[in-house]
Structure formats: C-alpha cells, structure tokens
T-cell receptor, first 112, second 112 residues
Framework: KAGVTQTPRYLIKTRGQQVTLSCSPI?????VSWYQQTPGQGLQFLFE???????NKGNFPGRFSGRQFSNSRSEMNVSTLELGDSALYLC???????????FGPGTRLTVL | KQEVTQIPAALSVPEGENLVLNCSFT??????LQWFRQDPGKGLTSLLL?????REQTSGRLNASLDKSSGRSTLYIAASQPGDSATYLC???????????FGKGITLSVRP
C-alpha cells in the first residue's frame, strides 16, 4: 500500500495570507490527524477526523480548521497567517484512530 | 491533563552500545503508548505500539516496555548503529478515542 502523502511539501507565504494543506491517508484508513511541529513546542495536536467527522480538537485558535472528504482525504486550512505559524505540519492516518499511527512526510510552511 | 516527559533531550553513545531511552507520563490511566523515530526534516516512523494490557513489545533490536503504575516506558536499543541516529518520541493515548500526547523526544547520536 502507498503511504500517507502530503501536498505540497514546502510552502512560503506572507503574513495575512491563508493556506490549504492536503493529506491523503493510507488506503482503507478512516482516521486522519493533524499535528504542528516546532522546535520550541514540539509536536502539538491540531485535530482528528474520523469518517468525515471531527472527533478531537487541540488548543489552537479558530484560524486553524480542517475537513475530511468521503474518500478520507483531508485538508487543513490556516487563515490570516502569522509568523508563529511557521512549522512542519504533519498528518497521520490509522484505521480506527486508536491503533498505530502512520505519518506522512509533512508540509514545511514558512511565513514571512 | 496528561503530560509526557523524555529526559535527557539528547544522548551520544559509541557504536555497539546497548542503550535505554526513557519516557514518563503523569496519568497512569492510558489506552496505549507508541514509540516513533524521526529523521531530520522528515515525518515520524512508528516503531512499537504497546496496548495498556501489555508489558512489552519487541521488533528486531528494539524492545519497549510499559509500567503503567509508575508512569514509565522504556525503549531498549541493542547493539546501536550509526543508522540509529535520529530523534525518538513517545506518545500516549489516554483513552480509546482521545488524542495522542507526545513527549518532546530524545535526539540520539551513535558515533562510529
């Protein structure tokens, strides 16, 4: 099976813009989780979608949003970008959400 | 609130040494615990998943143990190799449908 894929791999944006990141899970996986990774804060949970429903949500402002489609592909959107949003954004998929998490390579977002 | 701690933040050992990486968590009521490896700039690779009812899991040169009562897990790496150099993260899932909480990781360097 193909692994988790994320597009794009790299993004450069300026403050105030918005961005959409995409994640395609492993075939058959229904759970997709998103994480933000920064050197200072480490890995922080953004949200999890299971069968198109948001099941868990982390402590991020409303500028961060996501959705999941019927084919389990997921997108996350960040509006009104801030410098502090520069990070590696990782998504992970699993079958039930409670078992082994498989991560994609990440999208490196730089906000100038 | 579950907190996961990994100390030390960095470790350097000579090739061939057996080593133990530690992970501690504050709430012993966990669903499962997972160990990951991350190479620089890359996504996470799952190494081992331990369910709450299990005491240990093994994969090749890796062995992970879980002691819920003391809030600790260890990852044992036998006969370390330079290719083992990476950041190792542990993550705890408190409940069946709850989010993973990650430690900040231990950056391991194995010297030839």
């Amino acid at each position: 099976k193909a692994g988790v894929t994320q597009t794009p791999r790299y993004l450069i944006k300026t403050r105030g813009q918005q961005v959409t990141l995409s994640c395609s899970p492993i075939s058959g996986h229904r759970s997709v989780s998103w994480y933000q990774q920064t050197p200072g804060q480490g890995l922080q949970f953004l949200f999890e979608y299971f069968s198109e429903t948001q099941r868990n949500k982390g402590n991020f402002p409303g500028r961060f949003s996501g959705r999941q489609f019927s084919n389990s592909r997921s997108e996350m959107n960040v509006s009104t970008l801030e410098l502090g949003d520069s990070a590696l954004y990782l998504c992970a998929s699993s079958d039930q959400g409670t078992d082994t998490q498989y991560f994609g390579p990440g999208t490196r977002l730089t906000v100038l | 609130k579950q907190e996961v701690t990994q100390i030390p933040a960095a470790l350097s050992v000579p090739e061939g040494e057996n080593l133990v990486l530690n992970c501690s968590f504050t709430d012993s009521a966990i669903y499962n615990l997972q160990w990951f490896r991350q190479d620089p700039g890359k996504g996470l690779t799952s190494l081992l998943l331990i369910q709450s009812s299990q005491r240990e899991q093994t994969s090749g040169r890796l062995n992970a143990s879980l002691d819920k009562s003391s809030g600790r897990s260890t990852l044992y790496i036998a006969a370390s190799q330079p290719g083992d150099s990476a950041t190792y993260l542990c993550a705890v899932r408190p409940g069946a449908n709850s989010k993973l909480t990650f430690g900040k990781g231990i950056t391991l360097s194995v010297r030839p």
